[in-house]
C-alpha cells in the first residue's frame, strides 16, 4: 500500500495522502502482526476464578470479609455471583500474576490442592490468553468443616 497518489495529469509533484503507514501488510503477511490484542485484567481474573473453583477441595474463593458482603449481594435481585471474587491480577503484554484466596474443605492435603490449583488456573489463563503466567500465589484463608453452615444457608434458618 502506498502513502502518496499518483500525480494528477496536471501536476508534477505527488501529494502526501496523510500518516506513513508502517508495518507488513498482504496476503502473505500473517495475522498476528496486523494489530494488537490487549487482555482486560477482569478477563484474567474471571479465567483464573473460574479455573479455581473447578479443583475438589476448593470450598470457596475471597476472604472473610469479601465472602460476607459476596453473599448479601447475591441475594440482591439481580445480583449475580462474582466469579473473580478472591482473585487479583497484574496483567502486562505477555505475562500476568495471580493472587488467590482461598477457602478449602476440612480434610484435603493443603499442599496438594495449592499444586493442583496452580497447574490448573496456568493451563487455563495459559490457553485462552497466549500470556505467560509467571506466578500463583495462594493464600488460604480459612478451612470450611462439614457442619459449617454456608454463607448463603445462614439467613434462611430464621424467618420465612
Not at 68 to 82: C, F, H, I, M
Request: glycine letters at 12%; aromatic letters at 0%.
Amino acid at each position: 500500500m502506498s502513502d502518496t497518489i499518483n500525480p494528477t495529469a496536471g501536476g508534477s509533484e505527488p501529494r502526501s495522502a496523510g500518516k506513513t503507514l508502517t508495518g507488513q501488510t498482504g496476503a502473505g503477511t500473517a495475522p498476528e502482526t496486523r494489530g494488537r490484542t490487549t487482555i482486560a485484567d477482569s478477563v484474567v481474573e474471571k479465567i483464573a476464578g473460574m479455573a479455581t473453583r473447578e479443583v475438589p477441595g476448593i470450598h470457596s474463593l475471597g476472604s472473610g470479609m469479601a465472602r460476607t458482603l459476596g453473599a448479601v449481594t447475591d441475594k440482591v435481585p439481580g445480583g449475580r455471583p462474582s466469579v473473580s471474587r478472591g482473585v487479583k491480577v497484574e496483567v502486562g503484554e505477555r505475562q500476568a500474576a495471580v493472587d488467590l484466596d482461598v477457602v478449602v474443605e476440612y480434610g484435603v492435603a493443603i499442599v496438594d490442592i495449592a499444586a493442583d490449583v496452580r497447574t490448573s488456573v496456568i493451563t487455563a489463563v495459559e490457553r485462552m490468553t497466549g500470556l505467560e503466567v509467571v506466578e500463583v500465589n495462594i493464600a488460604v484463608d480459612d478451612v470450611h468443616l462439614p457442619d459449617e453452615e454456608d454463607e448463603e444457608e445462614e439467613g434462611e434458618g430464621r424467618v420465612q
